[in-house]
């Protein structure tokens, strides 16, 4: 039986060569894509959900990114309803980033998915890998936050501006520093709310 191939490790979490021919194709076809969507006015909304449901892993069709953004690859990030990112945000998805409905993100907030080993030999080597970042539904994520690799964040939190999301953060809390941790607890509506 074959070894697996760099992208198959890159996905399964192994340590992988980032500079295999496979997935450098894959990063320049990503800048590609988000370079034609740059370039679109602002009303080519059907040119430009074109190009984001051909780029990316699965959205929806009322997603709304503020050009520029950057992804590594596109295919691992999964958008959920109602999504909006502001201007400059970077998903570098070396591993799946699902996120799910009614979530929005401020303006420069990067969700990174790939780590680097501790150990300086290993990172001469080349050698990376990446953990699944998932943001569940009903998330306020501040402007300038950073999520880093291996992350969820609860249903209905809220993510100050500025921090840095370094450990699982609850359902229904407000969180914000750097590191990220809980300021209090939210309120938890009741399921019959109407959602608008």
């Known amino acids: 039986m074959a070894g697996l191939t760099e992208k198959e490790k890159m996905l399964s979490g ?42 990316l892993g699965s959205c929806e069709p009322d997603v709304e990114i503020v050009p520029p953004f950057h992804c590594d690859y596109g295919y691992n990030l999964h958008i959920g309803h109602h999504f909006y990112a502001n201007t400059n945000c970077v998903f570098l998805d070396c591993a799946e980033i699902r996120i799910g409905n009614h979530v929005f993100l401020g303006p420069n907030v990067h969700i990174y998915t790939a780590n680097h080993p501790l150990d300086p030999e290993l990172r001469k080597q080349g050698l990376e890998n990446a953990f699944s970042v998932i943001i569940e539904d009903d998330v306020w994520i ?55």
């Open 14 to 55: 192994q340590l992988y060569y980032s500079n295999d021919p496979v997935l450098k194709r894959d990063r320049d076809h990503a800048i590609s894509k988000t370079r034609a969507y740059h370039n679109l006015p602002p009303e080519a909304t059907k040119a430009r959900l074109e190009i984001l449901e051909n780029l």
């Open 142 to 196: 501040g402007g300038g936050t950073i999520i880093n690799a291996g992350i969820t964040i609860g249903r209905g939190t809220t993510i100050g501006s500025g921090s840095v999301v370094t450990r699982n953060v609850p359902s229904h809390v407000l969180a914000a520093g750097n590191p990220c941790r809980i300021i209090r607890h939210l309120a938890i509506p009741p399921r019959n709310t109407p959602v608008s």
